[in-house]
């Protein structure tokens, strides 16, 4: 029997041992998608105990806290620090094959030093080893430090100052590499009550008069200049779904400047918004030469009554629809036949995506980049056991695993980089199984190339990082 989250943890083969230990562990991390506020690298954040590292902000651990019947003061109410973990670590006993289960004991071992299992029973006296083994807290540095983390991307509003990623940069004695990703969400949705007042700041911030869509355009285009001169070269798009439907530019200026007046508009009117911004988008990403990623089928916000109280990212979002891949494919067709179709990362929340878009995706790759378009990682309610697997056979199975540009962490946790390593012991557990049942062969240089770039290279060369002279990429 395994020993409990041991070093062997979810390797079943040798060549799965040997990958992992000889290879992808010795490896730094790219988190080219997160949500860290840059503020806490910036000030270089100090967090007193492991509740604030651990339950501030982490809406994985509060759904299941909820499940367990917690009181909400327990969770992001006003009780104590000690007794919010308290009441997770009586959650944790029944999570029995949840992920977060596994990432916390991890979390636990490769930060705190604590090789033992956390429970109910035993809450007080772990956190009393977590606060004896750093007293005067843990940093944000010191903790990418110990990560290994070489470069991240945060995420951040085309109204955001990057003051922060400023001071970073200026500041120098952070070896992570912290860059902006642009994230144009706000201004997609024409629909919402604060729209107007969004567009108000949009024009402050860009100097442009925004009163037109010609001049929505021009203020967007001067902050996408901006966010390039600070180092961005990723953006991202959080949608629902995507809905193809094409709309003249003197279509799409009359509802905006009806909207800018007050006006409402119709579902149709959106969709036809939505489409052209998010080509013009594309358009100017690749003119750049930064990423697109696109997030899908995220049904957000369910409970509202609870919206109202905690509003968005508090726990209530769920899977939605599968991806509507005939419109997307239409959108994609439409770029490429312009030969404006930017490297685009495709991710979607329903599983049952997952054949669909790799198989999409292959109908658009060209010689320009090497896998220029990619299957996301398996994000959200998918980056568990299965979840991973289930992608990264997918991906194997309909394009090319061996271009695939790794794992993310998606989270506003410092912590979270332990599910690089999570990611990593899957990916090498699933080629060793490959190998040792006879589909690839036992050849210990390609393989090991393999595993590195999946884990580390391919995002470097994707991104176009080489620029920086990260850490473990001077081979490239």
């Given amino acids: 029997m395994n020993s409990f989250v041991g070093d062997d943890f979810l390797l079943s083969t040798a060549t799965a041992k040997c990958l992992f230990h000889d290879v992808a562990s010795k490896l730094p991390i790219i988190d080219y998608h997160c949500h860290v506020n840059p503020k806490d690298i910036a000030e270089n954040t100090v967090y ?19 499940s367990n019947g917690v009181n909400e003061r327990y969770i992001t109410g006003d009780m104590s620090d000690f007794e919010k973990f308290e009441q997770w670590a009586f959650t944790l006993d029944k999570a029995i094959g949840n992920p977060v289960y596994q990432w916390c004991h991890m979390e636990l071992r490769r930060y705190f030093g604590y090789e033992g299992y956390l429970s109910g029973a035993n809450a007080k006296e772990v956190w009393s080893h977590c606060l004896a083994k750093k007293p005067e807290g843990f940093s944000v540095h010191e903790l990418l430090r110990k ?10 509003d ?26 144009p969400d706000r201004v997609m949705n024409p629909g919402k009550a604060d729209f107007v007042d ?28 901006y966010f390039d001169r600070n ?36 579902e149709v009117e959106e969709k036809e918004y939505q489409t052209e911004l998010l080509r013009f988008f594309a358009e100017s990403y690749s003119e750049k030469g930064w990423v697109m990623q696109l997030h899908f089928s995220a049904m957000r916000n369910n409970n509202t009554a609870m919206f109202s109280k905690l509003g968005s990212d508090a726990g209530y979002d769920s899977i939605g629809s599968p991806v509507n891949i005939k419109d997307l494919s239409r959108f994609m067709d439409r770029l490429a036949s312009m030969g404006k179709l930017p490297r685009i990362i495709l991710y979607s929340l329903n599983p049952y995506d997952n054949e669909l878009l790799v198989a999409l995706m292959g109908c658009f790759q060209t010689c320009e980049a090497r896998g220029k378009i990619q299957h996301g990682s398996a994000w959200w309610f998918n980056d568990h056991n299965s979840g991973i697997r289930n992608q990264l056979r ?46 690839y062969p036992q050849e210990e240089t390609l393989l090991k190339r393999l595993v590195a770039d999946i884990s580390y290279h391919n995002a470097v060369r994707y991104f176009g990082l080489q620029s920086f002279h990260l850490r473990g990429a001077e081979t490239l």
């Fill in 394 to 439: 997918s991906l194997a199975s309909l394009g090319l695993l061996g271009n695939f540009i790794g794992m993310l962490t998606d989270s506003r946790s410092f912590l979270s980089y332990i599910r690089h390593e999570y990611f990593r012991r899957i990916l090498c557990d699933l080629v060793g199984q490959w190998v040792e049942s006879g589909e």
């Fill in 147 to 156: 990560s290994d983390v070489t470069l991240l991307c945060t995420t951040d």
């Fill in 198 to 225: 969004y567009i108000g700041r949009l024009s402050t911030v860009s100097g442009v008069t925004i009163v037109d869509w010609q001049s929505l355009k021009a203020a967007l285009s001067v902050r996408i200049d």
């Fill in 158 to 183: 085309p109204v955001d100052t990057l003051v922060h990623h400023q001071a970073i940069a200026a500041d120098g004695r952070l070896e992570t590499k912290v860059l902006p990703a642009f994230r």
């Fill in 48 to 66: 007193e105990n492991i509740a604030q590292l651990w339950l501030d902000g982490d809406h994985y651990k509060w759904r299941l806290m909820r």
């Fill in 231 to 266: 180092g961005c070269r990723i953006s991202d798009h959080g949608l629902n779904n995507i809905d193809y439907l094409p709309a003249s530019e003197s279509k799409i200026d009359g509802m905006f400047k009806e909207r800018l007046s007050g006006g409402a508009v119709s």
